[in-house]
């Protein structure tokens, strides 16, 4: 019984930042690989970015390069997302998915949780 539940969403002005996070339970979460994936207002899903486990190591989008940071923490079964200088195309819902990703892959939507609002405007 897989339980994904995304928080932290919410308004921010472009430029802003935010910090998603992701409570995981029903499988062993620290060897799990783990993604983020949002889907736009136009219902086009885009994968974000990936964390590697075992291991940790991550791969990021191009559009979110150098802005975006993925991270877990282990000990609380819990995924984020540091999204720092948004900008208005960020806007989308954002999920948190148990799986790889990359620039051609995303996880099977089976694998993604509810899923928490993002809006970037000022």
């Known amino acids: 019984q897989v339980q994904l539940v995304e928080s932290g969403g919410g308004l921010v002005q472009p430029g802003g930042s935010l910090r998603l996070s992701c409570a995981a339970s029903?499988?062993?979460?620290?060897?799990?690989?783990m993604s983020w994936v949002r889907q736009t207002p136009g219902k086009a899903v885009e994968w974000v970015s990936s964390?590697?486990?075992?291991?940790?190591?991550?791969a990021y989008a191009d559009f979110v390069k150098g802005r975006f940071t993925i991270s877990r923490d282990n000990a609380k079964n819990t995924l984020y997302l540091q999204m720092n200088s948004l900008k208005a195309e960020d806007t989308a819902v954002y999920y948190c998915?148990?799986?790889?990703?990359?620039?051609?892959?995303?996880?099977?939507?089976?694998?993604w949780g509810q899923g928490t609002q993002v809006t970037v405007s000022s």
């Open positions: 029903g499988f062993t979460f620290n060897s799990a690989s």
């Open positions: 964390i590697y486990s075992p291991g940790s190591n991550t």
């Open positions: 998915a148990k799986g790889w990703g990359n620039y051609a892959y995303t996880p099977p939507r089976g694998n």
